[in-house]
């Protein structure tokens, strides 16, 4: 069955330490993987993708993520976070059968001053 | 363009009442999502189109969910009667093929 595991319903780091938003996921064929970020009230904005070529992929607000295929996993980095960077984050990955997204639950990034 | 628009962006009603929420993709995209997102259950992908085509509705938890895209240009979804564990923020998504979703800024429906 295809999936999507974000292992961690909370990350806390302090402002100016690197990040790392962990996603996991198992899908038939290529995989199509996206970052998302979900501000308070707001709607979901797209941050990356990955579909094909290098493993590291960068995307908006300074966020890249690594694809590993070894270990299944497209993990959401940043060097240097920022406050403003607290938010919820979902990872997602795109069923080849349908050109469905199949969506983590999600993990909330907190940024302390 | 100005993006995924939805309307209302607030909705309080009362159980039994129609619910209709408005959805206008991005000119040119040929795929349009609802999800539903609530604390309980996260995100859920309700319905999607391809082409103003409906093509799985298999997460519209109940007859009295539907939904309709009558150009390509415009969607609702409507709920009928609706009851107070509709109550959740409902987005609406569009994108061309293959490529990343663009979701509209959501409509809050509180059912009382």
């Known amino acids: 069955a295809q999936s999507v595991a974000q292992p961690e319903d909370q990350v806390n780091v302090a402002e100016g330490n690197p990040l790392t938003v962990k996603c996991t996921y198992s899908?038939?064929?290529?995989?199509?993987l996206f970052w998302y970020v979900q501000y308070p009230n707001r709607g979901l904005q797209f941050l990356l993708k990955?579909?094909?070529?290098d493993n590291l992929v960068k995307g908006s607000y300074g966020f890249e993520a690594e694809f590993n295929k070894s270990q299944t996993s497209f993990h959401l980095k940043k060097p240097s976070a920022l406050v403003s960077d607290s938010a919820l984050y979902f990872c997602a990955v795109r069923d080849n059968s349908n050109y469905q997204l199949i969506w983590g639950a999600g993990t909330k990034l907190i940024i302390k001053p | 363009d100005a993006g995924v628009i939805q309307s209302p962006r607030h909705e309080v009603t009362e159980m039994g009442q129609e619910v209709t929420l408005r959805c206008k993709p991005i000119s040119g995209h040929d795929y349009l999502f609802w999800y539903r997102q609530t604390m309980m259950r996260g995100l859920e992908l309700l319905i999607y189109f391809n082409n103003n085509v409906p093509i799985d509705d298999s997460g519209m938890p109940e007859d009295r969910f539907s939904a309709k895209m009558p150009n390509a240009s415009f969607s609702t979804l409507k709920i009928q009667p609706s009851e107070p564990r509709d109550s959740a923020v409902y987005f609406c998504?569009?994108?061309?093929?293959?490529?990343?979703?663009?979701f509209g800024p959501g409509t809050r429906l509180t059912v009382l």
């Open positions: 899908v038939s064929g290529n995989p199509y």
């Open positions: 990955y579909i094909t070529g």
């Open positions: 998504a569009s994108s061309s093929a293959i490529n990343e979703q663009f």
